[in-house]
Structure formats: structure tokens, C-alpha cells
């Protein structure tokens, strides 16, 4: 996992609004959020989808694809996010919530000063996995061996990917992470999920969020040599219980995300979260016994026996897949070429071979054929950020500062801020503030409207006195 450290706070570049509608197979056409500032186009091109299709995790969800709200479409560097809002009720949500919250195995993740903690977290594999999981250099997350957790999480496994029907059991996500925040000061800087066992740097990467608990501010931005490139425009999603979230192709190239930590005032945030991320993973590490199983796969699929592999034969097919630090990474449903180097077989010990994916699944890898013949793209064909707006027009400008109204900050000296209009000019407030501004005037309306309809029922009669309807009769004088 990538971090990355602090920069100087810098307004964000003002470009034109945008907005879109998309249609899936078989669905009406859905309109998105307010469109943010596109990100501009990339140096280098990744492949696109008529290049090579992508299947989406939306599209076999029983509430159908035009339920997921888009988040981010940017099919020029292949990377893709949908939220599904209130895809578990309460009374699913909460159970989960209390059996994880008890039985993981936590363990406590420090914050870069190593000063205090940034969360908790929990690895958890299917099957016979034994594979570790590695925050950076040095954070190991061992498998425990507890059989109350485990069953916990195989029972929310099939909650979750049974309300995807036309997805197979064999192409459910093999692994797990999870993490826990018991609080608003709790949170994750920004980082790519960029760990090799998932290959998200150079395959096609799918991943599926779900969070239990209290809601929690989720951010994207463009990478930009290891660092987040906030000029260009930040995508805020606020993640609710029971709501589902996907980052798919290759954001963990492209993009950083983070969860910011919340203003102590805003009481939404500071509840108890649990997050867990479901995933995909391509590269069991040498003791697991999955890897014994792509070993043998790769074998049969390159049609070399055990006894030439550790010969200097030069003949040998060795042309890796991929190559990152110093390992060389096989696929076995991919035929390689012939070697001009000398192999010796100390250089095996640092080979993986990518273990097969099943026919069901590989194309959401972007590796096989599709079930579906329209994807969800904006219906116009260009890029989308989900972006938001203090009223019902379009995004406005952005300065990255601390917000005016609360004073929150959350990664270099500021946050996204759009100015209060005319009415406060000169004042810049954020998303979280116009939301609850938003929602205390949508309550005081219900409040209102509930009034006179109470006047109504007694057959009384009332008076505007400025925004506040006042009840007259008999008994009150």
C-alpha cells in the first residue's frame, strides 16, 4: 500500500461543470450527481473497452445496473467507480457490524508519527489460504485461525455476492480486508491498494467496499508520483451503512483514495465504522497451497515438466508477465516465448506464477468474454467525476482551504471548499457543511409543513410570522 505524505495547500484548478446520464443493458437511463472537473487526458492511453472489454461488477447486481450511481468514468486510463446506497437494510447491517466488531482478530495500525492509532485491522482469506497481507514495508496482517470470525465473514460473503446472481460462487472474491474506526479521529491518508498479491498496477484490478456502521467521508484523486494530484479535482463520496462501493480497471494505478479523518463537530462522522473490502487475489505467496496449484497449472498450460525447470536449457519458455521488484511473475493462460538469457535456478526463487482465474470471472479482469453486450458509459462517451453543488446548479469553482464555517482540514492545510454565493460572498464552506445546512432546512420544512397540518386537524387557525408557522386558537390564548 502506497502512502502518500504531506504538500502544500494549493487551490484546485476551476474548469467547466459537467454532467451525465448513462443507460445499462435493458435499463432507463438514471441521471448521476452534479459532474465535476474532468480530469485531463493522460500521456499514454490504457487499452479501451472496445480494445479490450471490461465486465462490471454492477451489472450482475439484482437491483440492476442503473441503480448504482456512478462515481468516477475515466475510460482513458480504465478506471471506473460505482456506489450502490442502502444496498443492505439495518437489519442485516447491524448484526454484522457487532458479530466483526467482536470476533476479528484486530490489529492496531499507528499513524505515520507512530504517535497514536489510525485504525484497526483484519485480514481474512477463503478456504485453505494462508497468504499474509502487508500495509508498506514492515506491517504484516497474519490469517488467524478463529472459527467464530471466520464464519462470520463466510456468512457475509454469501449476503453480499448472493445479491449479484448472475456471479457464480467460483467468481466470489477470495479474500478480505477489513478495518475499524471507532471514531471521527480515526482514519486512512491516501494511498493506492497497489500490493502485488493484487496485480492492481498492471491488470485490470476489481474491488467491492461495503460499510457497516456509522457513515464516513471516502475520497479519489489522480496519482501523481506517488502523490495525490489535488490540483486536477478530488472526488468526496460520503459511504453510509449497508452501502456498497466498486473501484475497478485500473484505479489503483491511476488514483489514490483515502478516508479522512472528521471535524469533532460533525456528529455524523464520528460514529463507529467497519469497512470491508472484498477482493481478488492473483499471486499466492510460496507457502499458501494455492500456489502449489498454480504451479502445477502453469506447467500443464506451458507444457513443461518438473525436471526442465530446473535445467539452463535456453529453449525453456521464460518470458515473464510482469516484472516488480526483482520477481518475475508468470501467467499460466498465457503462452510465453523463448529466453536469450542464461536461467539459473537460484533466479526461480524469486519467480510467482499468477494463479487461474475461473472462465466465470475473467471478465471482470478484463481477461474474457462478456455477458453483457452494453456497458454503462456516459451516454455522451466522456469522462465523469462525481462532483457536488451548494444548490441545485452546477459545481461552481473549488479553493482547497480550511472551511470557513467548521474549520476542517484534511490533508494539507485544507479540503475542497465552494463559496457560500451571494448571499455570504467571500466565504468558502464544505461539502460536509452544505449537507447538513441542507438537511437541517429539508427538517425544518417537515417541521413546518407538519405544524399546519396539526393546526388543520384542530381546526384552527394560524398565521406566518417570517418562517415560522404559529397556532392560534381557544385553549392557547
Not at 475473467?362 to 458509459?377: D, H, I, N, S, T
Not at 470557513?404 to 485544507?414: E, I, R
Request: include cysteine; glycine fraction near 8%; proline fraction near 8%.
Amino acid at each position: 500500500m502506497m502512502h502518500a505524505g504531506p504538500v502544500a495547500a494549493q487551490p484546485i484548478l476551476e474548469r467547466p461543470p459537467m454532467t451525465w446520464s448513462h443507460q445499462g443493458a435493458g435499463q432507463t437511463e438514471i441521471s448521476a450527481e452534479p459532474g465535476g472537473p474532468a480530469w485531463p487526458p493522460p500521456e499514454v492511453a490504457e487499452p479501451s473497452l472496445e480494445e479490450r472489454p471490461l465486465e462490471f461488477i454492477c451489472q450482475h447486481s439484482a437491483a440492476g445496473s442503473s441503480a448504482w450511481k456512478p462515481v468516477l468514468w475515466d475510460e482513458a486510463r480504465r478506471c471506473f467507480s460505482f456506489h450502490l446506497p442502502n444496498a443492505l437494510g439495518r437489519s442485516e447491517t447491524e448484526p454484522f457490524f457487532q458479530k466483526i466488531k467482536e470476533t476479528a482478530p484486530w490489529q492496531a495500525l499507528m499513524d505515520k508519527s507512530k504517535s497514536r492509532v489510525s485504525r484497526h485491522t483484519a485480514w481474512y482469506t477463503r478456504a485453505s489460504c494462508n497468504c499474509t497481507y502487508t500495509y508498506g514495508e514492515d506491517t504484516r496482517v497474519e490469517v488467524q485461525e478463529n472459527a467464530e470470525f471466520a464464519t462470520t465473514m463466510e456468512e457475509l460473503v454469501h449476503c453480499i455476492f448472493g445479491k449479484f446472481p448472475s456471479l457464480p460462487k467460483e467468481a466470489w472474491p477470495n479474500c478480505a480486508n477489513i478495518n475499524l474506526y471507532e471514531d471521527g479521529s480515526e482514519g486512512v491518508g491516501w494511498h493506492a491498494d497497489d500490493e502485488l498479491i493484487f496485480m492492481g498496477t498492471a491488470r485490470d484490478c476489481p474491488i467491492l467496499s461495503l460499510s457497516l456502521g456509522g457513515a464516513r467521508e471516502f475520497w479519489v484523486a489522480l496519482k501523481n508520483c506517488g502523490n495525490p494530484d489535488v490540483k486536477k479535482g478530488v472526488i468526496e463520496v460520503d459511504l453510509c451503512d449497508g452501502d456498497l462501493l466498486t473501484l475497478e480497471g485500473m484505479m489503483q494505478k491511476h488514483t489514490m483514495h483515502m478516508v479522512p479523518r472528521a471535524s469533532e463537530s460533525d456528529m455524523l462522522r464520528n460514529q463507529s465504522r467497519i469497512n470491508v473490502t472484498f477482493r481478488w487475489m492473483r499471486l499466492h505467496k510460496h507457502q499458501c497451497p494455492y500456489a502449489k496449484v498454480a504451479l502445477t497449472f502453469y506447467k500443464i498450460s506451458q507444457e513443461v515438466d518438473e525436471a526442465n525447470q530446473d535445467s539452463d536449457d535456453d529453449s525453456l519458455p521464460r518470458l515473464p508477465a510482469h516484472n516488480r521488484d526483482g520477481m518475475r511473475i508468470l501467467d499460466p493462460t498465457q503462452k510465453t516465448v523463448k529466453s536469450t538469457r542464461s536461467h539459473r535456478k537460484s533466479e526461480y526463487e524469486r519467480t510467482v506464477i499468477m494463479s487461474p482465474l475461473p472462465p466465470s470471472s475473467r471478465a471482470l479482469f478484463g481477461e474474457g468474454p462478456q455477458k453483457f453486450p452494453q456497458v454503462p458509459r456516459p451516454k455522451q462517451g466522456g469522462p465523469f467525476l462525481q462532483g457536488w453543488s451548494p444548490g441545485s446548479g452546477p459545481m461552481g469553482p473549488v479553493r482547497w482551504q480550511a472551511c470557513d464555517a467548521c474549520g476542517h482540514t484534511c490533508w494539507g492545510g485544507g479540503r475542497p471548499c465552494q463559496e457560500g454565493g451571494t448571499e455570504y460572498p467571500g466565504e468558502w464552506y464544505c461539502r460536509c457543511c452544505f449537507s447538513q445546512w441542507a438537511e437541517e432546512e429539508k427538517q425544518t420544512a417537515s417541521y413546518q409543513y407538519a405544524d399546519w397540518n396539526y393546526a388543520a386537524m384542530c381546526n384552527a387557525g394560524g398565521y406566518s410570522n417570517g418562517n415560522i408557522f404559529m397556532i392560534q386558537n381557544g385553549w392557547m390564548g
